[in-house]
């Protein structure tokens, strides 16, 4: 089979990770899980160019610099970068890498992963994506399903069903679940065969393509027209902006996958998660004997199970006290209960308010 071109998807804002995760310098930039970006870690995982081609990156103009910047860390000379002229969600940005993909080569497969996800397992993902290439070459839409370990109710689910002849380890798609309530979630990981969808594809980009004509044809047609007016410069693809605007916007989940034909699922544990928020950062990181992660110039004393966060020169110092989430960086502090921390994002949105008069 062809080798796989990776196509990473770095459109996202992670506004839940504020203040280290703001607008202009979004989390998979960060250097949040390791002394690497997400950004970084996602290229590394596509980086055996006997297996994969040169990535597509699709980003928005805010965030070009960021791109560059991290494919020049890794040393990646020949990259494309797609700017998306505005955010449309994941189904025309995955259309307009597919289209660029496809016309390099009529037989393009494609590896969707967003740049702001975190494994721990590389190889055990990159045995799940060897696993689903039969099936992918015969013509199906493949997802990964993650391994639950609790009953999320933040994510969606994938049900899987029936093995796939010929494809170890891959079963039918059965139904996507969209975010549970917490009683679904424990009957599903009751039930066993229900995995947590991450959000990454493996597919040939005819099929793709195929399938949003089918379902998507306005989505379909918008895309098209606007990489048909692309203009180059160096490394980087700019669409055409008015007909790209003229796209839907939707995700791949609900304008594709939902009303595929022919999905599969390839269960898989590769140690994964979004970093949905400061929660998940003290789920992840390496912890003292009394359970806080303390990254930077951290002082605690007396104190148990929270994430202590310092940069820029700042020191944080905490006496007594549990469960909290302390960031400061740059100009900012944060300080919130850990089991409402997904709760950053109202601060975002009360910051972009207008000032009261």
């Known amino acids: 089979m062809n ?146 370990s609790h009953p999320e109710t933040g994510y969606g689910y994938i049900a899987a069903g029936a093995p796939v002849t010929g494809a170890p380890g891959v079963h039918l798609v059965q139904r996507f679940v969209e975010k549970p309530p917490r009683e679904r979630a424990e009957a599903m990981l009751s039930q066993g065969g229900h995995y947590w969808n991450a959000g990454i594809f493996l597919m040939r980009a005819d099929r793709f393509l195929a399938e949003l004509e089918r379902q998507q044809p306005a989505m379909a047609s918008a895309c098209t027209a606007a990489m048909n007016a692309a203009q180059a410069d160096g490394a980087k693809l700019h669409p055409g902006a008015e007909a790209f605007l003229a796209s839907p916007s939707d995700s791949i989940d609900y304008a594709v996958m939902e009303g595929a034909s022919h999905v599969v699922v390839v269960p898989v544990d590769p140690g994964w998660s979004d970093v949905g928020g400061w929660a998940a950062l003290h789920a992840l990181g390496d912890k003292d004997a009394a359970g806080n992660v303390r990254i930077g110039d951290v002082i605690a004393l007396d104190a148990n199970d929270n994430y202590l966060r310092a940069g820029n020169g700042k020191r944080v110092a905490v006496v007594g006290v549990s469960d909290l989430v302390v960031v400061a960086h740059g100009d900012d502090v944060l300080v919130i209960p850990r089991e409402r921390a997904q709760e950053v994002k109202a601060i975002v949105e009360a910051l972009a308010k207008p000032p009261l008069r």
């Open 3 to 148: 080798i796989i071109v990776p196509v990473i998807l770095s459109g996202g804002s992670g506004t839940r990770l504020w203040p280290v995760s703001t607008g202009e310098a979004p989390k998979q930039f960060q250097r949040l899980t390791g002394s690497a970006s997400m950004f970084l870690q996602t290229l590394e995982r596509a980086s055996d160019r006997t297996r994969f081609a040169a990535p597509l990156v699709v980003c928005g103009p805010a965030h070009v610099a960021h791109v560059e910047a991290d494919l020049a860390t890794a040393r990646i000379d020949d990259a494309r970068i797609i700017v998306e002229p505005a955010a449309r969600n994941t189904a025309p940005a995955i259309a307009l890498a597919a289209l660029t993909a496809l016309a390099d080569d009529p037989a393009a497969t494609i590896l969707v992963m967003p740049a702001d996800h975190v494994m721990t397992d590389v190889p055990a993902f990159l045995a799940a994506v060897e696993a689903a290439r039969p099936a992918v070459g015969g013509g199906a839409l493949a997802t990964f399903g993650i391994a639950p």
